[in-house]
Nanobody, 117 residues
Framework: VQLQESGPGLLKPSQTLSLTCTVS??????????WSWIRQPPGKGLEWIGT???????YYSPSLESRTIISRDTSKNQFTLHLSSVTPEDTAVYYC??????????WGRGTQVTVSS
């Protein structure tokens, strides 16, 4: 499975970040699969944002839940992160990933997102 993130690299505060992960080599609807968004702010560790299961159900980090929606387009084999009301604290490298047994089986290469006025 290969994953590729795409989306804008620069946003202004209060805008909504939308990043899409395009998956190849495996369907995002394959039974029992799960797909996540993870980020790494500069100088900090990895932070899980949220996950969408093959069933379409979603769950999010409590600290980000109020601003986060993960959706999917099964016809394109893509899933998308929407993070609203961004601030400079949302500046990070954002990764999409395929989960396996509580961990990560495959990672995208990551995309830099910077929030600045």
């Amino acid at each position: 499975v290969q994953l590729q993130e795409s989306g804008p690299g620069l946003l202004k505060p209060s805008q909504t970040l939308s990043l899409t992960c395009t998956v190849s080599g495996g369907a995002i609807t394959i039974s029992a699969s799960a797909w996540s968004w993870i980020r790494q702010p500069p100088g900090k560790g990895l932070e899980w944002i949220g996950t969408i299961r093959s069933s379409g159900s979603t769950y999010y980090s409590p600290s980000l839940e109020s601003r986060t929606i993960i959706s999917r387009d099964t016809s394109k084999n893509q899933f998308t992160l929407h993070l609203s009301s961004v601030t400079p604290e949302d500046t990070a490298v954002y990764y999409c990933a395929k989960n396996l047994a509580g961990g990560v089986e495959s990672w995208g290469r990551g995309t830099q997102v910077t929030v600045s006025s």
